[in-house]
C-alpha cells in the first residue's frame, strides 16, 4: 500500500507560480514511477507530467517549459514547480504513484490540491 499526500495549491495572479509536493509514503520502494495530473471542473481528469524511476521525467505540450516536475528521494517527496501560470491551468492537481508487484500494476491516488488562477 502507498499513501500519497498533495499539498501547495491555492489562488494564484496570472504570471505567478505555485509549487506542489506530493508525499508519499507506505510502500514506496514498489513505485516505479508517478505521476501528476489534473482536473479542470466538468473536465476529465488529464496527464500533467511522469517522473520515471531512473529519474527522468516529462510534461505534456500544454505545459512544458512552464511546468517542472522532480523529486527528493531521501523526503519520498515529488513536486511540480509551476511558472507562468494561466487561468486555464486552473484544477485540482493529483499525484499518482504506479507499484509493479511481479506482473502486477497498481495506482494509487491522493486526495488532490486545488490550484486556481485569477485573470
Known amino acids: 500500500q502507498v499513501q500519497l499526500a498533495e499539498s501547495g495549491g491555492g489562488l494564484v495572479q496570472a504570471g505567478g507560480s505555485l509549487r506542489l509536493s506530493c508525499s508519499a509514503s507506505?510502500?514506496?520502494?514498489?513505485?516505479?514511477?508517478m505521476a501528476w495530473y489534473r482536473q479542470a471542473p466538468g473536465k476529465e481528469r488529464e496527464l500533467v507530467a511522469v517522473m520515471g524511476s531512473d529519474g527522468r521525467s516529462n510534461t505534456v505540450n500544454g505545459v512544458k517549459g512552464r511546468f517542472t516536475v522532480s523529486r527528493d528521494d531521501a523526503k519520498n517527496t515529488m513536486y511540480l514547480q509551476m511558472d507562468s501560470l494561466k487561468p486555464e491551468d486552473t484544477a485540482v492537481y493529483f499525484c499518482r504513484a504506479r507499484t509493479l508487484i511481479g506482473t502486477e500494476w497498481r495506482d494509487y491516488w491522493g486526495q488532490g490540491t486545488e490550484v486556481t488562477v485569477s485573470s
Open positions: 507506505g510502500s514506496t520502494g514498489d513505485i516505479n514511477h
